[in-house]
């Protein structure tokens, strides 16, 4: 069993930086591919970032510039954010995929402040 665990999110005001963590554990050693997506009420899940083992990153536009995604050899990713606008308040996921099988994080909050 595949067990992420989020930490990280909280309340910040516009301009301001944070940073998630997500932990795999479980029976998989390492996933091909860790990211964070994020939902806010009314809107669908959308993906934030997403990066490869061998380090290769994607992000949504409107993150490009403000925030980083890195992992390390342990399952871990981690989303930087920096310069947070109101419009990424939502519940950030943590995701890890492996063979066309994604896993999910209970979900974390931010919310950010005008």
């Known amino acids: 069993q595949v067990k992420l665990v989020e930490s990280g999110g909280t309340l910040v005001q516009a301009g301001g930086s944070l940073r998630l963590s997500c932990t795999a554990s479980g029976r998989i050693i390492s996933f091909p591919v860790m990211g964070w997506y994020r939902q806010s009420p009314g809107k669908q899940r959308e993906l934030v970032a997403r990066?490869?083992?061998?380090?290769?990153t994607v992000y949504l536009d409107s993150v490009k510039g403000r925030f980083t995604i890195s992992r390390d050899p342990r399952n871990a990713v981690y989303l930087q954010m920096n310069s947070l606008n109101p419009e990424d308040t939502a519940v950030y996921y943590c995701n890890a995929n492996i063979k066309s099988v994604d896993y999910w994080g209970q979900g974390t909050q931010v919310t950010v402040s005008s």
């Open positions: 990066i490869s083992w061998g380090g290769n």
